[in-house]
T-cell receptor, first 112, second 115 residues
Framework: AQSVTQLGSHVSVSEGALVLLRCNYS??????LFWYVQYPNQGLQLLLK??????LVKGINGFEAEFKKSETSFHLTKPSAHMSDAAEYFC??????????FGKGTRLHILP | DAGVIQSPRHEVTEMGQEVTLRCKPI?????LFWYRQTMMRGLELLIY????????DSGMPEDRFSAKMPNASFSTLKIQPSEPRDSAVYFC?????????????FGPGTRLTVL
């Protein structure tokens, strides 16, 4: 069985500052890991995903995440926040043949 | 590609009424998922289909909820009778696989309000 924990339901950063959204997972099998973003009044869309191979994954809009097995983490980062990054971000985990389990979400606020 | 299409976008109904939500997945995708999103409970998977067959309905709250997928291009989620606690945003998503590694593509959602 898999589970995912997102630390912080709300995160605020200043425009231009580093964005760091934390995600820890639990999985009894090699995990597949995802970050999705939800803009207001829209459905979720994939930012990036890790399946196998390189542990540093680059996604859209300048985001990246690093799979750290020893820490069971998959934190999302972006070097410089833009106002357009304000949204809710969901970390998710699955295993081979298993359904995806989503975290509770972290709402990112960008301060001018 | 038109993406996942959901209708209606908004639905307001009174307690006790039947509600039917509709979804058209992306052409060629063989997995379809229904989710419910609320402030209190976050995003919950209700049911998912693979090749039109329900695979896991363990997330369906109770017998008032039912879902069908009569063909590869259409699915419905029905609530009968509806209750105020069913108020939420309901999302449909599709993927080209069961979703273990493949991207799920979400529709814009149906915002349901039960008075």
């Amino acid at each position: 069985a898999q589970s995912v924990t997102q630390l912080g339901s709300h995160v605020s950063v200043s425009e231009g500052a580093l964005v760091l959204l934390r995600c820890n997972y639990s999985s009894s099998v090699p995990p597949y890991l995802f970050w999705y973003v939800q803009y207001p009044n829209q459905g979720l869309q994939l930012l990036l995903k890790y399946t196998t191979g390189a542990t540093l994954v680059k996604g859209i809009n300048g985001f990246e995440a690093e799979f750290k097995k020893s820490e069971t983490s998959f934190h999302l980062t972006k070097p410089s926040a833009h106002m357009s990054d304000a949204a809710e971000y969901f970390c998710a985990v699955s295993g081979a043949g298993d359904k995806i389990i989503f975290g509770k979400g972290t709402r990112l606020h960008i301060l001018p | 590609d038109a993406g996942v299409i959901q209708s209606p976008r908004h639905e307001v109904t009174e307690m006790g009424q039947e509600v039917t939500l509709r979804c058209k997945p992306i052409s060629g995708h063989n997995s379809l998922f229904w989710y419910r999103q609320t402030m209190m409970r976050g995003l919950e998977l209700l049911i998912y289909f693979n090749n039109n067959v329900p695979i896991d309905d363990s997330g369906m709250p109770e017998d008032r909820f039912s879902a069908k997928m009569p063909n590869a291009s259409f699915s419905t989620l029905k609530i009968q009778p509806s209750e105020p606690r069913d108020s939420a945003v309901y999302f449909c998503a599709s993927s080209s696989d069961r979703g273990s590694t493949d991207t799920q593509y979400f529709g814009p959602g149906t915002r349901l309000t039960v008075l």
